[in-house]
């Protein structure tokens, strides 16, 4: 999710990235100690009736990327029930978007560094749909970007059997050399656990507990500084339209990254992405 605060950013255009299948997504127990020396210091496991402002806030005012969407905090975007955040798109002009939808950040409440990182997602599928699961430098408002670096745990562009990853930083932002694609083994609008891990030296990305790539401080420094020995947030939007599905799906009308076939999805029927838990752990 190329972001940077206020301002579009560049076009993104994945390479074709390496693949990977990934075994069947399984719920871990809250609370649950981790493997290999990691230790859950933190989760939100939505069991709630309302986003937990203690965790999250719900950013409205965040307009990037040629996006078609405006986020609101409404219900009708963002909720909790059933033992999940949900984040609903819908068909519905406001502040001349032709789409709302929802987002939210731990910025200022929940930061992390090297870190175990992982949630367990369920995704609409609709050619142009953007959501997304991933992480800024806590000093997004000092540093701007890409210089805040942006960790992307996962994204999907509404399509049902892939979803990319990336980093984006100084000298690999936007169009970045650093990123995958790959192939969970059952399609996106299933469950499934999406995880990174951080260290000074490398970062780590897992679907459903299989490791599907690496990206080493070695190979990151060949482009730029690497941006990741520091405080992360957390962040869960979903976005419809711009640069990123645009890229992928070269579609311009009737909106920006979004064919009609998806226009007509989302007016019949709004599309939801839904997070069962999110959970932090350390290294002890």
């Known amino acids: 999710m190329a972001t940077t605060a206020g301002r579009t950013v560049a076009v993104w255009a994945l390479a074709v990235g390496l693949t990977a299948c990934a075994g069947a997504p399984k719920r871990a127990e809250p609370g649950a100690s981790g493997d290999g020396g990691w230790v859950q210091v933190w989760s939100d496991e939505f069991n709630g009736t309302e986003v937990d402002a ?9 307009h ?38 929802g987002r939210v950040e731990s910025a200022g409440k929940r930061e992390f560094t090297h870190a175990r990182v992982e949630a367990r997602i369920k995704l609409p599928v609709g050619v142009g749909l953007w959501p997304a699961f991933w992480m800024l430098g806590g000093d997004l408002h000092t540093a701007g970007w890409p210089a805040c670096g942006e960790l992307d745990i996962m994204e999907n562009v509404g399509y049902g059997d892939w979803v990319s990853v990336a980093l984006h930083g100084p000298g690999y932002s936007g169009d970045t050399p650093i990123n995958g694609r790959f192939h ?33 401080r070695e190979e990151v420094e060949r482009h730029g500084a690497w941006a990741y020995n520091k405080p992360l947030f957390i962040i869960f939007n979903f976005a419809v339209g711009g640069g990123y599905p645009e890229g992928v799906n070269r579609t311009q009308e009737p909106y920006f ?28």
């Not at 203690?54 to 965040?62: A, G, K, L, P, Y």
């Not at 059952?186 to 790539?213: C, L, M, N, Q």
Request: aromatic letters at 8%.
């Open 54 to 62: 203690s965790n999250w806030r719900i950013q409205t005012d965040v």
């Open 257 to 284: 990254g979004v064919p009609q076939a998806t226009v007509d999805l989302v007016r019949d029927a709004p599309q939801t992405m839904e997070v069962d838990w999110v959970r932090v752990s350390e290294k002890r």
């Open 184 to 216: 969970p083994r059952t399609p996106v609008s299933d469950w499934h656990e999406y995880r990174v891990e951080t260290s000074p030296e490398a970062i780590h990305w897992y679907i459903d507990g299989e490791r599907v790539k690496t990206a080493t």
């Open 64 to 101: 990037v990327n040629n996006e078609q969407q405006q986020y609101t905090a409404s219900p009708d975007n963002v909720s909790v029930s059933g033992g999940t955040l949900k984040l609903t798109a819908r068909l519905r002009t406001a502040n001349g978007y032709p789409f709302t939808s």
